[in-house]
C-alpha cells in the first residue's frame, strides 16, 4: 500500500486543521493504521492509531482530548483531526500502515508499522 498525506499549514495556536492520508492499493480495510510526528531535533512519536475496523483508537497523551483519529474505508483515507493546536504541535506528520495480524497490536511502536507517507508539515505560531 502507499500512503500520501496532506493537509499541513501555517496556523496560529488554538487553530484547527485536518490531516489527511490517502492510499493507494486494495484491502485498506485490513490495514491498522496510524499518526507519528517528527520535530526537528526529535526522535519520530506516536500521535494516534486507528484498527482496521475502526472501533478502537489510541491516542498519545499529549494529544488526547484535541486530535482525533478517523478512518473512511470507502475512500481509503485516514484522518487526524487536530484542534486547539499548540506551537508544540509543530511537526511533520506521518501517516503509517500495518496489515492486521491476529497478534498484538503496538500502536505506538514505529516498527509495528510497514508502510509510511512521506510526512505534511505542521507549523503552529504563537
Known amino acids: 500500500v502507499q500512503l500520501q498525506a496532506s493537509g499541513g499549514g501555517l496556523v496560529q495556536a488554538g487553530a484547527s486543521l485536518r490531516l489527511s492520508c490517502a492510499a493507494s492499493g486494495r484491502s485498506f480495510s485490513t490495514y491498522d493504521l496510524g499518526w507519528f510526528r517528527q520535530a526537528p531535533g526529535n526522535e519520530r512519536e506516536f500521535v494516534a492509531a486507528?484498527?482496521?475496523?475502526?472501533?478502537?483508537?489510541y491516542y498519545a497523551d499529549s494529544v488526547k482530548g484535541r486530535f482525533t483519529i478517523s478512518r473512511d474505508n470507502a475512500k481509503n483515507t485516514v484522518y487526524l483531526q487536530m484542534n486547539s493546536l499548540k506551537p508544540e504541535d509543530t511537526a511533520v506528520y506521518y501517516c503509517?500502515?500495518?496489515?492486521?495480524?491476529?497478534?498484538?497490536?503496538?500502536?505506538?511502536?514505529?516498527?509495528?508499522?510497514?508502510?509510511w507517507g512521506q510526512g505534511t508539515l505542521v507549523t503552529v505560531s504563537s
Open positions: 503509517a500502515a500495518d496489515r492486521f495480524t491476529l497478534g498484538p497490536f503496538y500502536y505506538s511502536d514505529l516498527r509495528q508499522y510497514d508502510y
Open positions: 486507528i484498527r482496521y475496523s475502526g472501533i478502537s483508537t
